[in-house]
Nanobody, 116 residues
């Protein structure tokens, strides 16, 4: 059974950068699509960025966030730049089998708080 563990969250000031990591165990993720999602307090979880097993990226955060992966380390990263207070949320990484529409393995999340 694959497990995903996020790390790297914390409290930063507006304008700062932060890099989140998501380490996979139990299954190599190079064969899967990976995504980062976030959920702010009182709001629904939303898609942030994704990367397919072939390395094709999609994002929805004005180009400020970048996803990358290191297949050798079974780790996916989320580089976040020019952070805003509105980026404050719990960030989750997730795994999706290529050809399907559902991310079906999720990490426990890591809190990111951006102060103004």
């Amino acid at each position: 059974q694959v497990q995903l563990v996020e790390s790297g969250g914390g409290l930063v000031q507006a304008g700062a950068s932060l890099r989140l990591s998501c380490a996979a165990s139990g299954r190599t993720f190079m064969w899967y699509d990976m995504g980062w999602f976030r959920q702010a307090s009182g709001k629904e979880r939303e898609f942030v960025v994704g990367i397919t097993r072939g390395g094709i990226r999609t994002d929805s955060v004005e180009g400020r966030f970048t996803i990358s992966k290191d297949n050798a380390k079974d780790t996916v990263y989320l580089q976040m730049n020019s952070l805003k207070p509105s980026d404050s949320a719990v960030y989750y990484c997730a795994l999706r089998t290529p050809g399907t529409s559902t991310y079906d393995v999720w990490g426990q999340g890591t809190q990111v708080t951006v102060s103004s």
